[in-house]
């Protein structure tokens, strides 16, 4: 269980309703509102973790790439067969594992011709022996857009 608490740790958030501006510090910005791409990837943010919140691992997939790369800092690299794989077991376990965004961490930059660069601190919890177990840990993200449609295609996981 507790391999699968920090595999989910390590995964990705639920959008914080005070969405601001970040300024390249990650600072809130209160002279200008989020970007047109920073709304874009908080939502696909907010869709991801709502689906791995329900543990729903069919629509759970359809946010990540078959070329997935996934960089943990603890765990080593793993690929998106193994990264579902992971989640399965997860989902498998009786206690359910919860990720939040932490509010005012999420910074979004664009890559040109390509897509966008999501980076945050996120917090996971789960209860363990009857108390709740959580951690907050921070991601980077790179979501590739193709067409109407964006997918994770490397995910870095650390400061664990």
């Known amino acids: 269980m507790a391999k699968y608490f920090v595999v989910a740790m390590l995964t990705l958030g639920?959008?914080?309703?005070?969405l601001v501006a970040q300024t390249p510090a990650g600072q809130p910005s209160s002279r200008h509102s989020p970007s047109a791409l920073q709304l874009e990837i908080a939502r696909m943010d907010s869709a991801l973790f709502a689906a791995f919140n329900a543990r729903d691992m069919v629509k759970l997939k359809t946010f990540f790439a078959s070329d997935l790369e996934f960089y943990q800092?603890?765990?080593?690299v793993e690929n998106y067969t193994q990264t579902m794989n992971d989640f399965s077991a997860m989902f498998?376990?009786?206690?359910?594992?919860?990720?939040?965004l932490v509010p005012g961490t999420l910074e979004v930059y664009p890559i040109k011709n390509y897509g966008a660069i999501e980076v945050g601190s996120h917090r996971f919890c789960h209860t363990e022996k009857g108390k709740a177990d959580c951690g907050t840990f921070k991601f980077l993200h790179v979501w590739r857009k193709t067409g109407m449609t964006w997918q994770l295609s490397r995910i870095v996981s650390y400061a664990h």
């Not at 800092?73 to 080593?76: A, P, T, Y």
């Not at 498998?92 to 939040?100: D, N, T, Y």
């Open 14 to 18: 639920a959008i914080s309703p005070g």
């Open 73 to 76: 800092d603890n765990e080593g």
């Open 92 to 100: 498998g376990q009786p206690s359910k594992i919860r990720r939040v």
